[in-house]
């Protein structure tokens, strides 16, 4: 019989890790849900924040190892050299927060409760968020989980372009590498920001119109 591919190795691996990663998904919502309902009861009418949790198929995670090589492939004569246990978001949480003067409150909150946790900030200028990963000792001492807190608006986008470019149908298998449309994209997060930065400001103008008045 043929050795297995490093592929069909990695596979296996995700569903012995499956328990764990949704140990982790799971303690990581309940303990951010919790410590950020203080903000939840104080936000205005206007205002959102929504807590979501995820775990990273088992393709999608093979796919992100495989990415992360110098060469974008894996060496099948190596197969020791790669475990999805290095991925940092096997297991996360999205934060989504509106408006984006929220996301200073929600960072803070979550900050005091994972101190350990190690930043890893986005590689866009113009995405308004945090990032960061390290270990639920809670439930498990071997995947790592990730939690973000981020602009609503930027975060809804990312579902639009995760199903667009990360589960394509064959024809459009690589059209995010296009540069024309990566240009889009920032074209996308620059107008997401401006029309953030345009809302705050003109809410601003309006608290300060009621303080005159009363």
Same mark, same amino acid.
């Given at each position: 019989?043929?050795?297995?591919?490093?592929?069909?190795?990695?596979?296996?691996?995700?569903?012995?890790?499956v328990?764990d990663i949704?140990?982790?998904a799971?303690?990581?919502e309940?303990?951010?849900?919790y410590?950020?309902?203080?903000?939840s009861?104080?936000?205005?009418?206007h205002?959102?924040?929504q807590?979501?949790?995820?775990i990273?198929?088992?393709?999608?995670?093979v796919?992100?190892?495989?990415?992360?090589?110098?060469?974008?492939?894996?060496?099948?004569n190596?197969p020791d050299?790669y475990?999805?246990?290095t %991925?940092?978001d =096997?297991a #996360?949480?999205?934060v989504? @927060?509106?408006?984006?003067?929220?996301?200073a409150?929600?960072?803070?909150?979550?900050?005091?409760?994972?101190?350990a946790?190690?930043?890893d900030?986005?590689?866009?200028?113009n995405?308004?968020?945090?990032?960061?990963?390290g270990?639920?000792?809670?439930c498990s001492?071997?995947?790592?989980?990730?939690?973000q807190? %981020?602009?609503? =608006?930027? #975060?809804l986008?990312?579902e @639009?372009e995760h199903?667009?470019?990360?589960?394509?149908?064959?024809?459009l298998?690589?059209?995010e590498?296009?540069?024309d449309?990566?240009?889009r994209?920032?074209?996308v997060y620059v107008?997401l920001?401006?029309?953030?930065?345009?809302?705050?400001?003109?809410?601003?103008?309006?608290?300060d119109?009621?303080d005159e008045?009363?």
């Amino acid at each position: 019989m043929a050795d297995r591919s490093i592929e069909d190795r990695l596979r296996e691996e995700y569903f012995d890790l499956v328990p764990d990663i949704r140990r982790v998904a799971q303690q990581l919502e309940a303990e951010t849900k919790y410590h950020t309902l203080p903000i939840s009861r104080t936000l205005e009418r206007h205002e959102q924040l929504q807590v979501t949790s995820r775990i990273k198929e088992c393709d999608s995670a093979v796919d992100a190892l495989r990415r992360r090589q110098e060469s974008g492939t894996f060496d099948q004569n190596q197969p020791d050299l790669y475990s999805l246990l290095t %991925l940092r978001d =096997l297991a #996360g949480v999205r934060v989504l @927060v509106f408006p984006p003067k929220r996301l200073a409150d929600v960072d803070q909150v979550l900050r005091a409760q994972f101190p350990a946790w190690i930043p890893d900030p986005f590689p866009q200028a113009n995405i308004l968020g945090h990032k960061y990963y390290g270990f639920c000792a809670e439930c498990s001492d071997k995947i790592q989980g990730e939690y973000q807190v %981020l602009s609503m =608006l930027t #975060g809804l986008f990312w579902e @639009v372009e995760h199903e667009a470019f990360y589960k394509p149908t064959p024809r459009l298998k690589g059209i995010e590498r296009h540069p024309d449309m990566k240009q889009r994209n920032d074209e996308v997060y620059v107008a997401l920001r401006t029309w953030e930065d345009q809302f705050e400001h003109l809410a601003l103008q309006g608290e300060d119109s009621s303080d005159e008045s009363a």
